[in-house]
């Protein structure tokens, strides 16, 4: 895509990236991305769910590290995203910037704040990018040489909105303690037919709820991406290491089950604020 439009065909007119309504705005020096929080993406309390956070997070920093490695192409090798205050927002505003780019790597970090009080940062985030030789099929994120900034772009479509909560509309169904499956259909997939990174995370945060009870918030999340999640099942295990009054560590494994294949790995921190 370019800056001002989407590649032909992605997002879907029914797509998540749509229906959170995210908007981006990139510059040559940093990004921003916007996440409206009606009730469909908020938890049993009223909080913005990490896995849509996630998601709004992943698109600005890929955006800025596409960007910044033109002509090349990016994907994203991990995600790390610590809450530090409750996602109470009625929208919520995250600020990427590069704090490294090489040849080989791109790190991005993103700072995260509601848009009525900016001045208190909510969470933080940072996610490494693999620089790989761009494909004819690769979207195209330009900044106008006249421009410093681009325009700022919304996902949303005419239709946008959510008929469910966030993760009954992706598909999520618990099949145990701590075991959380989706099946890969158009609503949640990339461009290239894998479930988007953003709802990976949403998954490992929904096992991590699960196993640890729905008075548990996930407020850290260090997600590692391994290989494409395409056929499904896709299943998130999440296992309880430790855990006390307060808090929980929960480890995540993310299996593609039909693939036989591990697709990533993550660590959890789920809280009682």
């Known amino acids: ?91 919520l505003v995250a600020t990427a910037t590069v704090r490294r780019a090489g040849r080989t790597t791109i790190v991005v970090g993103a700072e995260v704040a509601s848009t009525s009080r900016p001045e208190t940062t909510l969470a933080v985030a940072s996610l490494t990018f693999s620089v790989l030789h761009r494909r004819e099929s690769n979207p195209v994120i330009a900044i106008p040489d006249d421009e410093s900034v681009a325009p700022r772009r919304s996902f949303m479509g005419e239709t946008s909105q959510f008929d469910l909560p966030v993760y009954d509309a992706c598909g999520f169904r618990t099949v145990g303690a701590g075991v959380v499956e989706v099946d890969p259909q158009e609503y949640i997939v990339n461009s290239l037919g894998a479930v988007q990174g953003g709802v990976l995370a949403s998954l490992v945060d929904a096992a991590t709820v699960s196993a640890l009870g729905p008075d548990t918030e996930t407020a850290d999340l260090q997600l590692v991406y391994l290989a494409l999640a395409k056929q499904g099942p896709i299943r998130a295990s999440a296992t309880v290491e430790r855990a006390d009054d307060d808090a929980a560590v929960t480890s995540v494994v993310v299996d593609d089950l039909a693939a036989e294949r591990r697709t990533s790995v993550a660590r959890c921190t789920g809280v009682r604020w």
């Open 1 to 91: 895509m370019t800056i001002d439009g989407m590649v032909p065909g992605y997002p879907p007119a029914h797509h998540v990236l749509r229906d959170l309504a995210i908007e981006v705005q990139h510059a040559r020096t940093g990004s921003r991305a916007w996440l409206p929080c009606p009730e469909p993406v908020r938890n049993e309390r009223g909080r913005v769910r990490l896995g849509a956070l996630a998601t709004a997070v992943d698109a600005v920093c890929g955006g800025l590290a596409a960007v910044t490695a033109a002509p090349g192409w990016i994907a994203t090798a991990d995600l790390t995203l610590h809450v530090i205050a409750p996602l109470e927002a009625d929208e």
